[in-house]
């Protein structure tokens, strides 16, 4: 029996708003699926059939609703070399894989990867996507006539302003029509959609991509597929996760991995190139009132119905009126917060968060700034759990015994100065290790409790270790080579 509170929840929560999104979604894929094309160096087509199959797979099986996914720059770059050393048939054939792949990760549970990704790398990846936004609309601002500058005001005057006073239609799809009549009654010559690239009038078909069905083949589309199936996962998480934030619900993620798989695979057979979750197009379907999983069938659905029915209106929409929305949501997406925050937050999550929108923006590579911010994040904070550590040391009545009081973390960044706390060459009858306040979390840990009982028994000292935790003493139990106390004795001690 069907939930129809989970229906009506995921599709039909506000269905006028959904639909009137979707619209202005698919108005803005057009000149960005052509663009990506033009990155790949494949037919215009490649690009846009992939917009639509993707977005009407994941509205269906995404793990996200209201989020767009479509072709997207970050898989185009990867794929370049392929297209130009073996031509566009491999391309469908890695973008099959790359889905196997994804759907692969989906069921391995792979999403809990995103726990490591700190709010400062999240925060770093906003801005940074936010910048590339709006650089990728400056070769439509460059040498060219007052006119598009013009317009490209009136529309964000119309986007800013309509709001003020309806909010029943979205202002970006009122700014689109609006410049689309001024510019066609008005005969004023500015760059159109169809200036980008010869737009497609037919219906997508299935085929089997012309490859050898050979381990060679496997060979040459394997490290493609699996790039692109790494890079269009991250972005898809980070993306998901911005939304999450801007509807205040959750998503599953999981769920979503998969539905990025299944629609990468099933874009191959009619001939798209691969893709992920766009943070440009959901932030404008978000603002634009989109917010279940109908809005993402719209969009994919009215693009097709706009490629194949209404190519010649589509192709006289002016650039300047997808321009201007596309710098709203540039400016929308930064987090502006995130400045001011700056001199408030610890430097060492303002450094994460620059890092990963210097190495974004410089490289144009998502994936290698999220990398970055995320082993920065690390190092940090291994540094500042190593610095969590202690040792104090009380001597005997008698001096022939000497208690060591150990807190803290004892990992492989504390494990130096673990050793270095001790003495040694003292003359002792008996050293007491007292952990009770401490934890040992890896085998490097392990390994230098180890080697602190080793030196002290080459002295001629005696050692006991008192206090361990349930988890310190089985990992001691496990990995370390000395005297190995039980979990149990190890807790009657305590």
Not at 225 to 254: F, H
Not at 367 to 376: I, P, R, S, T
Request: net charge neutral.
């Amino acid at each position: 029996m069907p939930n129809f509170a989970f229906i009506r929840r995921d599709w039909f929560a506000n269905p006028r708003a959904d639909i009137l999104a979707g619209i202005v979604v698919a108005l803005a894929l057009i000149p960005e699926a052509i663009g990506f094309s033009v990155i790949a160096g494949v037919d215009p087509r490649v690009g846009l059939y992939a917009s639509f199959s993707i977005a009407v797979i994941t509205a269906f099986v995404g793990g996200r609703p209201g989020m767009i996914s479509a072709a997207t720059a970050a898989i185009a770059v990867l794929v370049v070399p392929l297209i130009r050393d073996h031509g566009v048939e491999y391309l469908f054939a890695a973008t099959i894989l790359m889905g196997v792949l994804q759907a692969i990760a989906g069921f391995l549970r792979l999403d809990l990867l995103m726990q490591y990704v700190s709010r400062s790398v999240i925060t770093g990846f906003v801005n940074a996507l936010a910048i590339l936004i709006f650089i990728a609309q400056l070769p439509q601002l460059t040498g060219v006539t007052w006119e598009t500058y013009a317009l490209v005001a009136a529309g964000l005057a119309i986007i800013y302003i309509f709001p003020r006073l309806t909010k029943a239609v979205p202002s970006p799809l009122v700014a689109i029509m609006a410049l689309t009549i001024v510019t066609i009654y008005g005969g004023i010559d500015v760059n159109t959609v169809g200036d980008m690239g010869k737009l497609p009038t037919s219906l997508p078909a299935f085929l089997i991509p012309s490859v050898p069905f050979t381990p060679e083949t496997l060979q040459i589309i394997f490290p493609y597929s699996l790039t692109m199936a790494a890079v269009g996962l991250l972005e898809s998480m980070m993306t998901a996760q911005i939304v999450d934030d801007l509807t205040d619900t959750s998503s599953n993620k999981r769920r979503e991995m998969r539905g990025q798989g299944i629609a990468n695979f099933v874009t191959g057979f009619l001939g798209g190139m691969g893709g992920c979750a766009m943070i440009g197009q959901s932030v404008i379907n978000v603002k634009s009132g989109g917010s279940t999983r109908l809005s993402t069938l719209v969009a994919g659905l009215f693009l097709l119905f706009l490629l194949v029915v209404l190519s010649p209106l589509v192709a006289r929409i002016p650039m300047p009126s997808l321009v201007a929305v596309m710098i709203m949501v540039s400016i929308g997406t930064f987090s502006w917060r995130s400045i001011k925050d700056i001199r408030h937050h610890p430097w060492q999550s303002s450094l994460v968060m620059v890092a990963t929108v210097v190495i974004v923006v410089w490289t144009h590579n998502l994936a290698a700034g999220v990398v970055a911010g995320v082993v920065l994040s690390g190092l940090f904070f291994a540094s500042k759990v190593r610095g969590m550590f202690a040792v104090a040391s009380d001597l005997s009545a008698d001096g022939r015994t000497r208690t060591y009081q150990i807190s803290g973390e004892i990992f492989f960044a504390s494990a130096d100065r673990f050793v270095e706390a001790f003495d040694f060459r003292e003359v002792l009858d008996k050293v007491v290790l007292d952990v009770s306040d401490a934890h040992f979390w890896d085998i490097t840990g392990v390994g230098t409790l180890d080697k602190a009982i080793l030196k002290f028994r080459r002295e001629g000292t005696s050692v006991e270790v008192v206090g361990l935790n349930t988890a310190s003493a089985s990992m001691i139990e496990r990995f370390a080579v000395h005297d190995k106390p039980s979990a149990e004795a190890a807790l009657s001690a305590h």
